[in-house]
């Protein structure tokens, strides 16, 4: 598993995240993805690696501001939360 965390400003409510998470289920191969608006957040684990520019232009595409980029590889999945 690959755990991908990208900075995300511009969230302001549970829609947004809900908002952000549809945008990467859609675009991306995912196990989980979870965005936090407290966090300015989301954090996306994947079997696959995802392309940075890729997920940028998709965080863009919703009206949202992306930031850095940060993947950890061989990231076990717990049976709950990430």
């Known amino acids: 598993m690959r ?7 511009g969230m302001m409510c549970g829609m947004c995240e809900a908002h952000i998470n549809e945008a990467i289920r859609k675009h991306f191969r995912v196990s989980k993805v979870k965005a936090s608006r ?4 989301a954090v996306i684990l994947s ?3 995802i ?5 940028k232009r998709v965080i863009r595409e919703t ?3 992306p930031g850095a980029v940060v993947t950890e590889d061989g990231v076990k999945r717990r ?3 990430f």
């Open 3 to 9: 755990k991908t965390r990208i900075e995300i400003d």
């Open 38 to 41: 407290t966090a300015k957040e």
């Open 47 to 49: 079997e696959e690696s």
């Open 51 to 55: 392309d940075e520019e890729q997920l």
């Open 63 to 65: 009206g949202y501001t």
């Open 79 to 81: 049976l709950f939360g």
